[in-house]
């Protein structure tokens, strides 16, 4: 069963970084595109950031500039640094992926277990 395992939050004051890594586990075909959600008590989630297996990445605006998002293909792995973070970046960050088991058969989103980051004024 394919796994994602997040590490990397925590609580930092504002203005502060704090950098999230999230790896998938597989034995068998492999991660399309993978992303960053968080989501706070009584909101949906959104999505923070996304990025294609060929690297193509897309931010909400409210982190365009602070936050970074990056991927080993080889490790499986993404990554999220966040710069400059504020209040209201607080919440439950996720992991997010496309698996696709192989040629034939139709992917499928994976998530991670979340993380939380409380960012203090």
């Known amino acids: 069963q394919v796994q994602l395992g997040e590490s990397g939050g925590g609580l930092v004051q504002a203005g502060g970084s704090l950098g999230l890594s999230c790896t998938g586990s597989r034995t068998i075909g492999s991660f399309k595109a993978m992303g960053w959600y968080r989501q706070v008590p009584g909101k949906q989630r959104e999505v923070v950031a996304t990025?294609?297996?060929?690297?193509?990445?897309d931010y909400a605006d409210s982190v365009k500039g602070r936050f970074t998002i990056s991927r080993d293909n080889a490790k499986n792995t993404v990554y999220l640094q966040m710069n400059s973070l504020q209040p209201e970046d607080t919440g439950v960050y996720y992991c997010?992926?496309?698996?696709?088991?192989?040629?034939?058969?139709?992917?499928?989103?994976?998530w991670g277990q979340g993380t939380q980051v409380t960012v203090s004024s």
């Open positions: 997010n992926a496309q698996y696709k088991p192989g040629p034939f058969r139709a992917p499928y989103d994976v």
């Open positions: 990025i294609t297996s060929g690297g193509d990445t």
